[in-house]
């Protein structure tokens, strides 16, 4: 019984321990990149855990936010970096499967749209699911879509929202801030329209409807909305890497 109860105990230390492991590589992986610092040895090691180990630490929906969120926002300041002008081609900057994480190659159109977005289809508006998905992909994705996500991924471009370094036990408070913080400095709320980031449009679905939007931009901005008429801003896709918030 004794040696049943070390066995778990143990399993359960390593368990949280990996997790805990992944989670801090993740930020790490980030902060050097905000800092303008080498992620060569942070990389070789996220890209040297196993696929058991990845799928055993990011059990949870928590986990795999956190997790993720970090790892997106880290790399796509890498590969801009690396080489801006692939940034032009934003299709395939996106689509390219270059991130290396557990001896697989990921794009990150698949840390978003599949894994945090619950196997979207990248052009779905939030209504299409992705029709094939590699049982990976199916063990690595979300339970549940967290429309908050929007609000903390940022693609490299001006109109994104701030990065921010995303910590497990604070998570839930960060999402909340992150998407008050960008509804209220990208909303304008007029007598006869309101304009919103293209993200509501783009994501529609992600949201649920034209009216649960309505009511979420209500709950984060201080003036009552006199219209429901929703105009979309242009979004901006210059390159602008030092959108981040350090907490």
């Known amino acids: ?9 143990t399993s359960l230390f390593f368990l949280n321990t990996n997790a805990q492991n992944l989670e801090d590589l993740s930020q790490q992986l980030l902060i050097r990149q905000i800092q303008n610092k080498s992620t060569e040895e942070i990389e070789k090691k996220l890209s040297n855990i196993s696929l058991e180990q990845l799928s055993n630490s990011l059990k949870t929906d928590t986990h ?5 969120i970090n790892i997106y926002n880290g790399f796509i300041i890498k590969k801009i970096k690396a080489n801006p ?7 395939s900057f996106f689509s390219k499967r270059d991130i290396p994480i557990a001896g697989q ?20 508006l939030g209504f299409i699911n992705k029709p094939f998905v590699s049982k990976l992909f199916e ?18 471009a001006k109109s994104c929202p701030p990065t921010r370094v995303y910590q497990l036990a604070q998570i839930e408070e960060q ?10 400095n990208t909303s304008i709320i007029g007598d006869n329209k309101v304009e919103l980031s293209r993200l509501f449009l783009w994501y529609k679905g992600d949201f649920e409807s034209k009216s649960a939007i309505l009511k979420l931009i209500q709950q984060n901005v201080s003036e009552d909305l006199k219209s429901e008429q929703i105009k979309y801003s242009p979004y901006y896709w210059d390159i602008d890497l030092n959108n981040y918030i350090l907490d």
């Open 1 to 9: 019984m004794k040696w049943h109860l070390l066995i778990i105990f």
């Open 64 to 68: 795999k936010k956190t997790f993720w």
């Open 85 to 91: 002008e692939s940034y032009q081609k934003r299709s």
């Open 105 to 124: 190659l990921f794009s990150f159109d698949d840390i978003e749209h599949v894994i945090l977005r619950k196997k979207q289809w990248k052009y779905g």
């Open 139 to 156: 063990a690595l994705s979300v339970q549940k879509l967290d429309s908050r996500i929007h609000f903390a991924l940022n693609c490299g």
């Open 175 to 184: 999402l909340n801030t992150a998407q008050r913080h960008f509804i209220e």
